[in-house]
């Protein structure tokens, strides 16, 4: 018997194989970069992701305290 209802369950499971399968894909792709030789271009790749990943989660904070929730 699970500990978490089916709900959470789901939600937890679908998060975390989710965030696996998003840096799985974020690092093949800056793994091809390098391999092709494009260093500038997976440099600028890592730092854009991080820093529009920041962005966006620090909008999400804010939406959430503007509105209420």
Known sequence: ASRFDE???LVLTVGLL????T???FS???LVFLREGRLWFALLYVLGMVVLGLLASGAGF??????GE
């Open 7 to 9: 709900q959470t369950t």
């Open 18 to 21: 989710g965030g696996f399968t």
């Open 23 to 25: 840096f799985s894909a």
């Open 28 to 30: 093949a792709e800056t």
């Open 62 to 67: 804010w939406l959430g305290r503007v509105t």
